[in-house]
């Protein structure tokens, strides 16, 4: 079974602090994504990449940067946490083959005081 | 504009009942796949099914089916013989190449939220 772990279920952050949240995945797969979640939004992409070291801007990218250094990790970084990124991130990864499916993790939910 | 659109919030039906969740989507992709994914109220995010642009049958798996119909741009899922377990967050959401480097990304629609009564 794909398996994608996140490093936190429950995360509480001053604002101003720098936050990592960490996505791991054991299943080889070379896209890697981070959603937020926020109720009567859907899930919306910050970041993916592509490959190791390769990255792209989703579609609210501001406010958030990434890092892959490995294939098998990808972390969302919030530079200066702000309340108004409170909200549920999740990460998914999916083979970079014909399957289109991605596997998400449990998430974490992130409250910015 | 709205890639894809959920129109019902929320949705209730009676155990053993079907109930159809709509989903409507804008693309001018040729080459596009429309997924369902349902979230529990634990949270994480389990795949349902998929239906590629060019498949020409409605797809199914198990309980779950995938009203396609193109011309219309809707993507429903049905679900028969509904179960207490099926109470969670339902999303739809679209593959869609074209991001600079050409890899495929997902977009969501809002939500519904079916309830399931015994």
């Known amino acids: 079974d794909v398996k994608v772990t996140q490093s936190s279920r429950y995360l509480v952050k001053r604002t101003g602090e720098k936050v990592f949240l960490e996505c791991v995945q054991d299943?080889?797969?070379?896209?890697m994504f981070w959603y937020r979640q926020d109720p009567g939004l859907g899930l919306r992409l910050i970041y993916f990449s592509y490959d190791v070291k390769m990255k792209e801007k989703g579609d609210i990218p501001e406010g958030y940067s990434v890092s892959r250094e490995k294939k098998e990790r990808f972390s969302l970084i919030l530079e200066s946490a702000s309340t108004n990124q409170t909200s549920m991130y999740l990460c998914a990864s999916r083979n970079g083959g014909g399957s289109y499916e991605q596997y998400f993790g449990p998430g974490t939910r992130l409250t910015v005081t | 504009a709205q890639k894809i659109t959920q129109t019902q919030p929320g949705m209730f039906v009676q155990e053993k009942e079907a109930v159809t969740l709509d989903c409507t989507y804008d693309t001018s992709d040729q080459s596009y796949g429309l997924f369902w994914y349902k979230q529990p109220s634990s949270g994480e995010m389990i795949f349902l099914i998929y239906q590629g642009s060019y498949d020409e049958q409605n797809a199914t798996e198990g309980r779950y089916s995938l009203n396609f119909q193109k011309a219309r741009k809707s993507a429903n899922l049905v679900i028969s013989a509904s179960q207490l377990g099926d109470s969670a967050m339902y999303f739809c959401a679209m593959r869609e190449s074209g991001r600079g480097s050409g890899y495929s990304t997902l977009t969501f629609g809002k939500g519904t939220m079916l309830l399931v009564s015994p």
């Open positions: 299943m080889d797969h070379e896209n």
